[in-house]
């Protein structure tokens, strides 16, 4: 047996403490350090999840000496720093979503990974449902999907930062549905339609519902509908799935197994298995992906592609009109090197002769 991981976990809050109890419930890993600003904070949640012992800090370097990776769970505009420094300093990093605010700062992350030569993967929990598995094993079945839906209707109350964005719904949910829907279809968006507005009894300062058609490169298409103030009758937190193809149609609620019917009525029955879910998926994942090389599938130069259709979905509902996906990535790429300070960085973003082919939409 290898010997465990040991791993620093940065970012003590809410969901923090839910990466403390995976750790803690996963043989392959060890914590060797938590580091937070907040070093009360730090120590509390340590305590409380089974770590008295556990070194705390304010900084990485304080710690990394002990550490074979980094668990980043800080705030999305803290994710750029910490794990660039992890990744510079000779740390893989396991990054919670999103990976960053901004296309742009997620390509420099990229760079980071490269220069570094360090692994930077993103925590897309929602790829290790159980649920999602088989959902994807009946699709195989069925054949190539002509259209995929999801519906998201819920009517949470945050009373915090998501209620006072301009875009909640968009930035700080879809993201969970966009990057799914790539999974589901094996193909990358090529352009969005999307629009976006709040009803009028709204709790959200900004836009907490939205529709948004993605195109497909094979022609299929993606199409989202939800909102964050439908009360009544709500979807699960992972929405509604339906996927039609020429075979066939599957659908998820979310939360139970998948159901699918063949065109002659026969049901297609959903085979689950028992592999580790959510956030538990993502570690079991990364501890493979850096004990032997192989690219998970959030690896950083894909999840790019997937924060890249939340901005252009935003960009779409601003401005009326289609988005192509190639042209954020692209125009990112160009405002990266222009405000990129580190050479090391900037000379890995020039080295690219093409943004596209390195985040993986062109071949």
């Not at 809050?13 to 839910?18: C, I, L, S, T």
């Given at each position: 047996m290898p010997e465990p991981l040991r791993l620093i976990q940065v970012g003590a809050?809410?969901?923090?403490?839910?990466w403390l109890r995976t750790i803690a419930a996963n043989a392959d890993v060890e914590l060797v350090g938590l580091v937070d600003l907040d070093l009360e904070t730090a120590r509390s949640a340590a305590d409380q999840h089974g770590f008295p012992d556990l070194p705390i800090a304010s900084s990485i370097d304080e710690l990394s000496k002990d550490a074979d990776a980094v668990i980043d769970v800080t705030v999305p505009v803290a994710h750029p720093k910490v794990s660039v420094d992890a990744l510079l300093g000779g740390l893989p990093v396991l990054c919670?979503?999103?990976?960053?605010e901004t296309v742009r700062e997620c390509l420099v992350m990229v760079a980071a990974s490269e220069v570094s030569g360090k692994l930077l993967m993103v925590s897309q929990s929602r790829r290790y449902f159980r649920a999602v598995a088989a959902f994807q094993r009946q699709l195989a079945e069925l054949g190539p999907i002509g259209t995929l839906s999801c519906e998201f209707y819920k009517a949470p109350h945050f009373s915090g930062f998501r209620e006072r964005m301009a875009e909640p719904l968009l930035v700080d949910m879809a993201i969970h549905q966009f990057d799914l829907?790539?999974?589901l279809m094996g193909s990358e968006p090529v352009s969005v339609y999307c629009d976006s507005y709040n009803p009028p009894w709204s709790w959200f300062d900004g836009n907490a519902a939205a529709s948004?058609?993605?195109t497909y490169a094979d022609g299929s298409r993606f199409t989202f509908t939800g909102s964050?103030?439908?009360p009544g009758l709500e979807t699960s937190w992972n929405g509604f799935w339906r996927a039609s193809t020429a075979a066939g149609t599957a659908t998820w609620d979310g939360d139970n197994a998948p159901v699918a019917e063949l065109?002659?009525?026969e049901p297609l029955p959903a085979v689950m298995s028992d592999e580790p879910q959510e956030i538990a998926g993502s570690l079991v994942e990364f501890v493979n992906a850096v004990r032997t090389s192989a690219t998970p599938q959030s690896e950083v130069h894909s999840n790019v592609v997937s924060l890249a259709m939340v901005e252009a979905a935003v960009?779409?509902?601003t401005t009326g009109a289609p988005v192509r996906i190639a042209d954020v990535i692209t125009e990112a790429h160009t405002e990266a090197i222009a405000t990129t300070q580190d050479p090391a960085l900037q000379a890995a973003l020039k080295s690219w002769p093409n943004p596209l082919k390195a985040v993986g939409l062109e071949p």
């Open positions: 809050g809410g969901m923090g403490r839910a919670e979503k999103p990976l960053a829907s790539r999974k948004a058609i993605f964050w103030c439908a065109v002659s009525g960009r779409s509902a």
